[in-house]
């Protein structure tokens, strides 16, 4: 009986194209991403219709998370000098005895989410580690707390410069923790936010996606 | 596999005593190369954010004891919203009556027939008077150092005017309930808005509905 040959096929595939398109689309993420600036709290913020960006500008934030602790920071484009002033400032005005040390701390750190009695604790510990730290958050009341004279502070030493003042909340973060902080703007004379918000799309059939889709034309 | 081509193969033949050079494979194995490229994309697309952040403009009036500077709201065209707990908005138009009978139960989903059916009435409502004239001049030629671009129809910029949306988050009421209905506010195209505290009155309605 002759046997009938079966040709042997190779099941090597040509990889080519496929290797081809896995770098094209890792080229697309590499190039799409934007790290999130590590921040020390986890905040998930609401959405709304608005379509401006964030101005990338000096400016003084407020973050609150769901809990209701809140935090403050101090965003200079590149001058650190004016955020070692403020700590500098505040050192004397309140008897926080920090070292120089403590001091050039500050201004590494990205926000601040304690009270001034908890400050000292806070700056003695090395950027990296100070996410080891539970931060309870800046004191905030009706009369505007401590947050009040964060505010004031960091105002002084902006003076004369443009100055952007945003706030950042946590979806499940009750209202009177926004009210404490809008209160302690208020004080100081700010009546203008910028609320910190993700896009969400416009309902159709409203009044503002007509106005939208007439400025489109 | 990827391969480049060799040459000939054996079309010309070479003299004799002329050693064959030893043909080395070009084909490299490609799967250590494609893991790492996928492991890669993985991780970017895990890490990646792509809906950048927005903000949204809030201004808020100076706290004023003195009673003429305060705006006044028509009565007419008020509509206070009340956010409580657990998303549940609660609204009467004008003033709150004694009986509370026009102290009603909305939800997020519902609210905004509400403004829309309210903005309606306040429409329907309007007297021209000397106060629209500018409203209509403002809109026709917009504000370009504020990025508002002059309204095609301007006139009937004025026609709303009365109508005034009060906004009284309760303490129960979270910071995405405010956002969204400062949103409602933006996408009903409402001018006024204030946002206010609650009165004792409006607590103790709330407390009552949230009762039964």
């Given amino acids: 009986m002759p046997s009938v040959k079966i040709p042997k096929k190779s099941t090597a595939v040509d990889m080519t194209p496929f290797v081809d398109v896995a ?15 590590a921040e020390p709290v986890e905040v998930t913020t609401p959405n709304s219709v608005s379509t401006k960006d964030i101005p990338e500008s000096d400016a003084l934030q407020v973050t609150f998370d769901k809990e209701g602790r809140v935090f403050f920071h101090i965003k200079p484009e590149k001058d650190i000098s004016i955020k070692l002033n403020v700590i500098k400032n505040l050192n004397t005005t309140r008897n926080l005895g920090l070292t ?53 502070d960091a105002t002084s030493a902006f003076a004369g410069k443009s100055l952007k003042y945003y706030i950042k909340g946590d ?7 926004f009210k404490g902080v809008l209160n302690a703007f208020k004080k100081n004379d700010i009546l203008k936010f910028n609320l910190i918000t993700m896009l969400e799309d416009v309902p159709s059939g409203t009044e503002l996606s007509a106005i939208r889709g007439r400025d489109k034309k | 596999m990827a391969s480049i081509d060799e040459g000939g193969g054996d079309s010309h033949k070479k003299g004799p005593g002329v050693k064959k050079a030893k043909k080395l494979s070009t084909r490299v194995d490609m799967t250590p190369m494609v893991d790492l490229g996928f492991l890669l994309i993985t991780f970017f697309i895990f890490t990646t954010t792509m809906s950048s952040p ?30 409580g707990k657990n998303d549940v908005i609660y609204y009467y138009e004008g003033q709150l009556k004694e ?26 409502a309007h007297v021209h008077d000397e106060g629209c004239k500018k409203i209509q001049e403002k809109a026709r030629l917009g504000d370009p150092t504020r990025g508002i ?11 709303d005017k009365d109508l005034v949306v009060v906004i009284k988050p309760d303490d129960e009421a979270t910071y995405k309930n405010t956002i969204d209905i400062l949103d409602e506010m933006a ?26």
């Fill in chain 1, 23 to 37: 770098f094209l689309i890792l080229t697309f993420f590499i190039m799409a991403t934007k790290f999130k600036p």
């Fill in chain 1, 100 to 152: 120089d040390a403590e001091m050039m701390n500050f201004v590494k750190t990205e926000a601040i989410g304690v009270p001034y009695s908890g400050l000292k604790q806070l700056l003695s510990l090395p950027v990296e580690n100070q996410g080891s730290l539970r931060q309870p958050g800046i004191p905030v009341d009706s009369t505007g707390g401590e947050l009040l004279f964060w505010i004031r």
């Fill in chain 1, 171 to 177: 979806n499940n973060a009750k209202y009177p923790t």
């Fill in chain 2, 54 to 83: 927005t903000t949204m403009d809030l201004f808020m009036p100076k706290d004023t004891d003195k009673d003429e500077e305060q705006n006044k709201a028509k009565e007419s065209g008020a509509l206070t919203l009340l956010l």
């Fill in chain 2, 99 to 124: 009986d509370a009978s026009n102290f009603l139960t909305s939800s997020f989903g519902k609210i905004r027939q509400v403004i829309i059916d309210k903005k309606k009435a306040v429409i329907a």
């Fill in chain 2, 149 to 159: 671009k002059p309204d095609p129809n301007w006139q009937k910029a004025c026609l």
């Fill in chain 2, 187 to 212: 996408i009903n195209d409402v001018k006024r808005y204030a946002m206010v505290d609650l009165f004792p009155v409006e607590k103790e309605l709330i407390k009552k509905t949230e009762g039964n």
